[in-house]
């Protein structure tokens, strides 16, 4: 049967049926999307989720009619309010993107012309569309980059995509996408290089869109708690199928088909750690287009596979109001056991938890950094033990990358210094001996942009244990992170993500380091792969006996895997403590903001748009002489905490806050907390100007 549709009684803005999507590939007509049906209504937003591979983008694609060559759509129609746009000639086109349905693509930096400032850039929308004149479209692209959490968008405008960070180019590109005030909104993985405080007010401002009764949204994204909180409904696919389908609390709280279950299992549920609950990737593979098993594509990675799966695949049958499933034993998927242990308690393993203090392997002491009169990083003290993982944590441009770079040797200290067992590490990695290289090495965000696609995973790794003077071939890094050894052979270019983030993993491994500075490593992987890059670094941590400075956005996440926690804001450290007190009451307010924009999955119930938004910061909040957070923090004190620099206090023996509040005040004054807070109003409904 086909998926079930939204109720309500109204049409859906977009209706979608039986398309069918393939690729040519050596001749061969490959399906890359077989039978999707999918509604969306006025004011919804339905999510739509899988791993790499499983279909999402082509979809959205299809959508757009912005196939790549070779993929054409070869049955099926999809409609936005009774058109259908598969039928549209090239002119109704031109005229329909952008003004009735908009698009924001995963990778911001493809999606922007890179020899084109943005204020041209963002002008040509108003210009096409509305026929405004040039100094009329650079003021609506203005009063559209205030809307995205731009404080200086004057500035903004005038600058290259390439002068811009990864997540203001992402505010960029949804700020065009709503610039035409279009029926219909897509987003692919729309949030994934901001933080969670730009997210949060991102995510509010996409609430008030699907609030008018003209508006839909399909959300596109490997966030599952972003999925919770957003949508809803969601659509669940792999290799190109619809698996399941139905409102976003039932497919996420009572999964009916394992592939569903399987991804819920792999992310890091907020406040669930390492020693207790080791996240569960799926095992193998999905099939390569156009190589597809018989019977039930799952079935290979299946636990529960019968027979019957082998032999025949399963239709789309109902399990619940609204809510279909693509398996035979839809009665037999478990739930999600967040609140239960999976693996020994704390007490029970044999590495002993917390790690008591003692000679630090790594000591900061008086780091800072300034890029003209903007101040980086502030006089940082900072200590790593032995096996310990510190977690850092903080919006962007709170110094964290800056911090790390300098420890690495990457960029220059202007102050302070870097000890390695009580001996200084030189600030300049060029002049580090190889002991100090071998010591400290460092995983990047995107592997893409450290491995050199024309080399060999197998020349990349020997290239690194002949510079560092490692006792491990290429083959035994490889098997070090599970990396089959025909994958050697391969050019890096030719790697999934999660291929190339192993053996860019393996690579820091080369010369047996002492601290590896994960900046970001997981970000840009779908649940599945980024649950089992986690468990392999747990893995290492282990077997190694190495630390980890773990930089992420991700705050479960760094939840899950970090012993410590360091909170960053603007360019000082806020806030350090062992992990569970970090994130637990009472809380630095900072801390507590960052914890309340997150979205949280599971729960008894899914809390959509329950973010706070925090006022938004400007440059000029580094240059006050009292707390740096006084400007945006809902507990400041006026005349002391704008005025006079925070004490360090203790909440607990090893547990330390920035803050003016006591202990006691803390908890009186968070009480009610920032989880509980209502989403801060934001301006109601962008009109066309």
Same mark, same amino acid.
């Given at each position: 049967?086909s998926?079930?549709?939204?109720t309500?009684?109204?049409?859906?803005v977009l209706?979608?049926r039986?398309l069918e999507?393939s690729?040519s590939?050596r001749?061969?007509?490959?399906?890359?999307?077989?039978?999707?049906?999918?509604d &969306?209504?006025?004011?919804?937003?339905?999510?739509l989720?899988?791993e790499s591979?499983? @279909?999402k983008s082509?979809?959205s694609?299809?959508?757009?009619?912005?196939?790549?060559?070779g993929g054409?759509?070869?049955s099926?129609?999809v409609?936005?309010? @009774?058109d259908?746009?598969?039928?549209m000639d090239s002119?109704?086109l031109?005229?329909?993107?952008?003004?009735?349905?908009?698009?924001?693509?995963?990778?911001p930096?493809?999606?922007l012309?890179?020899?084109?400032r943005?204020?041209?850039q963002?002008?040509?929308?108003?210009?096409y569309?509305?026929?405004?004149g040039?100094?009329?479209?650079?003021?609506r692209?203005e009063?559209?980059?205030?809307?995205?959490?731009?404080d200086?968008?004057a500035?903004i405008?005038s600058r290259?995509?390439?002068?811009l960070s990864?997540?203001?180019?992402?505010r960029?590109?949804?700020?065009?996408?709503l610039?035409a005030?279009?029926?219909?909104?897509?987003?692919?993985e729309?949030t994934?290089?901001?933080?969670?405080?730009v997210?949060?007010?991102?995510?509010?401002?996409?609430?008030t869109l699907?609030?008018?009764?003209s508006?839909a949204?399909?959300?596109?994204?490997?966030n599952?708690g972003l999925?919770g909180?957003?949508?809803?409904?969601v659509?669940?696919l792999?290799?190109g199928r619809?698996v399941?389908?139905?409102?976003?609390?039932?497919?996420?709280?009572r999964p009916?088909h394992?592939?569903a279950?399987?991804?819920? @299992?792999?992310?890091?549920?907020?406040?669930i750690?390492?020693?207790?609950?080791?996240?569960?990737? &799926?095992?193998?593979?999905?099939?390569?287009?156009?190589a597809?098993?018989v019977?039930?594509?799952?079935?290979p990675?299946?636990?529960?596979r019968?027979p019957?799966?082998?032999e025949?695949?399963?239709e789309?049958?109902?399990?619940?109001? @609204?809510?279909?499933?693509?398996c035979?034993?839809?009665?037999?998927v478990?739930p999600?056991?967040?609140?239960q242990?999976?693996a020994?308690?704390? $007490?029970?393993?044999t590495?002993s938890?917390?790690?008591e203090?003692?000679?630090p392997l790594?000591?900061?002491?008086?780091?800072s950094?300034?890029y003209?009169?903007?101040i980086?990083c502030? $006089?940082i003290?900072?200590?790593i033990q032995?096996?310990?993982?510190?977690g850092?944590?903080?919006? $962007?441009?709170?110094?964290k $990358?800056?911090?790390?770079?300098?420890i690495?040797?990457?960029s220059?200290?202007d102050?302070?210094?870097?000890?390695?067992?009580?001996?200084?590490?030189?600030?300049?990695?060029?002049?580090?001996?190889r002991?100090?290289?071998?010591?400290?090495?460092m995983?990047?965000q995107?592997?893409?942009s450290?491995?050199?696609?024309?080399h060999?995973?197998?020349?990349i790794?020997?290239?690194a244990?002949?510079?560092?003077g490692?006792?491990?071939?290429?083959e035994?890094?490889?098997?070090?992170?599970r990396?089959p050894?025909e994958?050697?052979?391969?050019r890096?270019?030719?790697?999934?993500?999660?291929?190339?983030?192993?053996?860019?993993?393996a690579?820091?491994?080369?010369g047996d380091?002492?601290?590896?500075?994960?900046?970001?490593?997981?970000?840009?992987l779908d649940v599945?792969v980024?649950?089992?890059?986690?468990?392999l670094?747990?893995?290492?941590q282990?077997?190694?006996?190495?630390s980890y400075?773990f930089?992420s956005?991700?705050?479960?996440?760094v939840?899950?895997?970090?012993?410590? &926690?360091a909170?960053?804001?603007l360019?000082?450290?806020?806030?350090i403590?062992p992990?569970?007190?970090?994130?637990?009451?009472?809380?630095?307010?900072?801390?507590a903001?960052l914890?309340?924009?997150?979205?949280?999955?599971?729960?008894?119930?899914?809390?959509?748009?329950s973010?706070?938004?925090l006022?938004?910061?400007s440059?000029?909040?580094?240059?006050g002489?009292g707390?740096?957070?006084?400007?945006r923090?809902?507990? =400041?004190?006026?005349?002391?905490c704008?005025?006079?620099?925070?004490?360090?206090?203790a909440? =607990?023996d090893r547990?330390q806050?920035r803050?003016h509040?006591?202990?006691?005040?803390?908890?009186?004054?968070q009480?009610v907390?920032?989880?509980a807070?209502p989403?801060?109003p934001?301006?109601v409904?962008?009109?066309?100007?």
């Amino acid at each position: 049967m086909s998926a079930v549709t939204s109720t309500g009684a109204s049409g859906p803005v977009l209706r979608i049926r039986d398309l069918e999507v393939s690729y040519s590939r050596r001749g061969r007509r490959q399906t890359a999307l077989h039978r999707v049906n999918l509604d &969306i209504r006025a004011g919804e937003c339905h999510g739509l989720v899988g791993e790499s591979g499983s @279909g999402k983008s082509t979809l959205s694609l299809a959508i757009m009619r912005h196939l790549s060559s070779g993929g054409q759509v070869d049955s099926g129609a999809v409609e936005l309010a @009774g058109d259908d746009l598969l039928k549209m000639d090239s002119a109704a086109l031109r005229d329909w993107r952008g003004r009735r349905v908009a698009m924001v693509y995963q990778d911001p930096a493809k999606a922007l012309n890179p020899s084109m400032r943005i204020g041209e850039q963002m002008g040509e929308i108003y210009r096409y569309h509305f026929g405004t004149g040039r100094q009329e479209a650079l003021t609506r692209a203005e009063a559209m980059l205030r809307r995205v959490a731009f404080d200086n968008p004057a500035d903004i405008l005038s600058r290259f995509p390439h002068q811009l960070s990864g997540g203001q180019q992402q505010r960029i590109v949804i700020a065009m996408a709503l610039a035409a005030d279009p029926e219909l909104l897509i987003l692919d993985e729309p949030t994934t290089g901001l933080d969670a405080t730009v997210e949060a007010e991102v995510l509010a401002l996409l609430e008030t869109l699907r609030a008018e009764a003209s508006r839909a949204i399909l959300f596109i994204s490997h966030n599952l708690g972003l999925i919770g909180r957003m949508c809803e409904r969601v659509t669940v696919l792999y290799s190109g199928r619809v698996v399941e389908q139905g409102p976003t609390g039932d497919v996420l709280q009572r999964p009916k088909h394992p592939y569903a279950a399987a991804l819920l @299992g792999c992310v890091p549920h907020f406040g669930i750690e390492k020693d207790t609950h080791p996240l569960v990737p &799926i095992p193998g593979s999905p099939p390569a287009l156009g190589a597809l098993p018989v019977g039930c594509v799952f079935a290979p990675r299946c636990a529960n596979r019968q027979p019957r799966c082998m032999e025949s695949e399963p239709e789309l049958a109902t399990v619940g109001v @609204g809510h279909v499933s693509r398996c035979y034993y839809p009665d037999a998927v478990a739930p999600p056991m967040w609140d239960q242990p999976l693996a020994a308690s704390v $007490s029970e393993k044999t590495r002993s938890h917390p790690i008591e203090p003692r000679s630090p392997l790594l000591a900061v002491r008086g780091l800072s950094k300034a890029y003209g009169k903007q101040i980086a990083c502030d $006089s940082i003290d900072l200590d790593i033990q032995p096996g310990e993982v510190l977690g850092l944590v903080g919006e $962007s441009g709170s110094g964290k $990358s800056t911090l790390a770079r300098m420890i690495a040797g990457l960029s220059s200290a202007d102050s302070g210094d870097v000890l390695l067992k009580g001996a200084p590490l030189d600030r300049d990695v060029a002049r580090r001996g190889r002991a100090q290289l071998r010591a400290v090495q460092m995983v990047f965000q995107s592997p893409d942009s450290s491995l050199n696609r024309r080399h060999t995973a197998r020349f990349i790794l020997r290239r690194a244990v002949s510079a560092l003077g490692g006792a491990r071939s290429a083959e035994q890094l490889a098997a070090l992170v599970r990396v089959p050894p025909e994958l050697l052979y391969s050019r890096a270019g030719r790697l999934s993500g999660g291929q190339k983030q192993r053996i860019a993993t393996a690579r820091a491994f080369a010369g047996d380091p002492e601290l590896v500075i994960c900046d970001e490593p997981v970000s840009s992987l779908d649940v599945s792969v980024q649950a089992a890059v986690l468990n392999l670094l747990v893995e290492l941590q282990e077997r190694e006996k190495v630390s980890y400075l773990f930089i992420s956005h991700d705050l479960a996440v760094v939840r899950y895997l970090a012993d410590r &926690i360091a909170v960053m804001y603007l360019g000082q450290i806020v806030d350090i403590g062992p992990a569970d007190e970090v994130f637990s009451a009472p809380y630095h307010p900072y801390t507590a903001a960052l914890l309340a924009a997150i979205p949280k999955l599971g729960g008894p119930k899914f809390r959509s748009g329950s973010a706070t938004v925090l006022p938004r910061r400007s440059d000029g909040d580094r240059m006050g002489a009292g707390c740096r957070f006084s400007p945006r923090c809902p507990h =400041s004190i006026k005349g002391k905490c704008d005025l006079v620099p925070p004490p360090w206090q203790a909440l =607990s023996d090893r547990h330390q806050v920035r803050c003016h509040l006591t202990r006691d005040e803390l908890i009186e004054r968070q009480q009610v907390a920032f989880e509980a807070t209502p989403v801060v109003p934001m301006e109601v409904g962008i009109q066309p100007m």
